[in-house]
């Protein structure tokens, strides 16, 4: 297991950086926004754990992995598969839902897992936390979280998925400053619920096809930008409620309790 786990560190910084999931800058803005939310003991604890990545990094390792057919059992920890009509089954698994249930229960837990083990478990809690608060990551299988769809942005043609993974964070340049701007229409997340978070997300999916000719215009994301700014904080304050559940009674860098 140690080999295993050192090898694949070593593979992710030879990986090159590529767009997916919330693209790079949402996967940060939701690490970074869950970072002003905590103490600072959590802080060096967490950073204790990544042992030298930053939180950025820490925050889209899983995208940099996708494609590598040495861990194929993560490629669907991604997101969530519910058809329309349907609900979620929580006998389900390999999922979002049940992935960071999972990581989240054992690093809390941390019975006989080994340094190297928990930086993975914590990794997959960045970027899991990220993913669920995407709607289309919460979406249906028969377009592949809108995958399928294709679309035309601003004279570029592309799909509905990536229109929400970056294209009108990068387009409309949304800040950390944007998304804390938001705080008044949140409900801060009190408990962890990854299944309600997952089923918020998919309240807002009638907004994310509401779609006219296949064009993604100006009026369309004057609609989709709160939304994603939305949930961009709620991502981060989520992060930031598993970071300190996970870290709690964790020791810090000098051994001590707390």
């Not at 990220?130 to 679309?151: A, C, F, R, W």
């Not at 408990?191 to 369309?220: H, N």
């Not at 991502?235 to 870290?247: C, N, P, Y």
Request: charged content about 25%; proline content about 3%; aromatic content about 8%.
């Amino acid at each position: 297991m140690k080999k295993l786990l050192i090898a694949f560190f070593a593979m992710i910084a030879l990986l090159p950086a590529r767009l997916l999931a919330w693209g790079r800058t949402g996967h940060h803005l939701v690490a970074e926004i869950a970072f002003t939310y905590l103490d600072d003991a959590t802080k060096q604890k967490v950073l204790h754990y990544l042992n030298g990545m930053t939180i950025e990094d820490a925050s889209t390792w899983m995208d940099e992995l996708r494609g590598n057919t040495q861990y194929p059992n993560m490629s669907t920890w991604h997101y969530i598969n519910i058809e329309k009509g349907q609900s979620f089954d929580p006998a389900s698994t390999g999922n979002v839902v049940t992935e960071l249930a999972r990581v989240v229960n054992e690093f809390k837990t941390a019975k006989g897992l080994t340094d190297e083990q928990m930086r993975l478990d914590l990794l997959i809690i960045f970027h899991l936390c990220g993913d669920m608060s995407q709607p289309l990551h919460d979406g249906y299988g028969e377009d592949k979280g809108g995958n399928t769809i294709k679309v035309n942005f601003l004279g570029n043609e592309t799909n509905l998925h990536s229109v929400w993974d970056s294209r009108i964070i990068e387009s409309r340049k949304i800040t950390m400053e944007d998304c804390l701007n938001q705080k008044n229409n949140v409900d801060a997340p009190r408990k962890f619920d990854p299944r309600g978070w997952m089923e918020e997300g998919r309240s807002f999916l009638p907004v994310v096809y509401d779609i006219k000719d296949q064009q993604i215009g100006q009026e369309y994301m004057d609609r989709a930008q709160p939304v994603i700014e939305r949930q961009l904080l709620l991502g981060g304050e989520r992060l930031a409620l598993v970071l300190k559940e996970v870290m709690a009674g964790k020791p810090d860098q000098a051994g001590a309790v707390k």
